[in-house]
């Protein structure tokens, strides 16, 4: 099918653009928080995020509970357990796409996962005066989507370009 290259058939083109990006772009908000919380998992288990190293007390007292990886930042127990920190990392449905956000509770205390990730990612002073660094892991997960979806523009853009000239769709 041949589309039309005139002002009128481009404005009718221009005017459907919103509704059929829109369609595409629901599929790329679900793979967005997949993508997010997969870089979140990889980036915990393997120690890629490069965090505030933990002191030797810390690994110290980790290697008494015969936590595996005791030096890695955050890793707690892993992946074993069903809400541990690495696993606490969700993907919810609203109306507007997906929304990422941390659930469960720590294996060993009251706090749930969402307090102890405001406390990892910004840090915090102790009562006792000691402090926790922040290591702000959810942030490096969110620089790796967002340089994905950087890239996915570069070709978004020659898309619509290619719809509102030809009308058809390339992703």
């Not at 919103?18 to 997010?36: G, I, L, N, Q």
């Not at 890695?72 to 507007?96: D, Q, V």
């Not at 405001?118 to 000691?130: A, D, P, R």
Request: one cysteine or more.
């Amino acid at each position: 099918m041949k589309y039309s290259q005139n002002v009128k058939a481009v404005q009718a083109r221009i005017r459907r653009l919103p509704k059929v990006y829109e369609d595409h772009m629901e599929s790329f908000r679900k793979k967005d928080a997949d993508a997010f919380i997969e870089y979140w998992k990889s980036g915990l288990l393997n120690d890629e995020f490069k965090l505030t190293p933990l002191s030797d007390a810390t690994i110290r007292r980790k290697i008494r509970l015969g936590m595996a990886k005791p030096q890695n930042p955050l890793y707690g127990l892993g992946m074993e357990g069903a809400y541990t920190y690495i696993k606490g990392m969700r993907k919810f449905r609203t109306s507007k796409g997906y929304v990422v956000r941390m659930t469960g509770k720590h294996h060993d205390s009251e706090i749930d996962n969402h307090g102890l990730l405001m406390i990892h990612e910004y840090g915090c002073v102790l009562k006792n005066g000691g402090r926790i660094p922040p290591r702000p892991a959810m942030h490096r997960a969110y620089e790796r989507v967002l340089k994905d979806i950087k890239e996915r523009d570069k070709s978004m853009v020659k898309s619509i370009n290619r719809y509102l000239r030809t009308g058809e769709w390339s992703d």
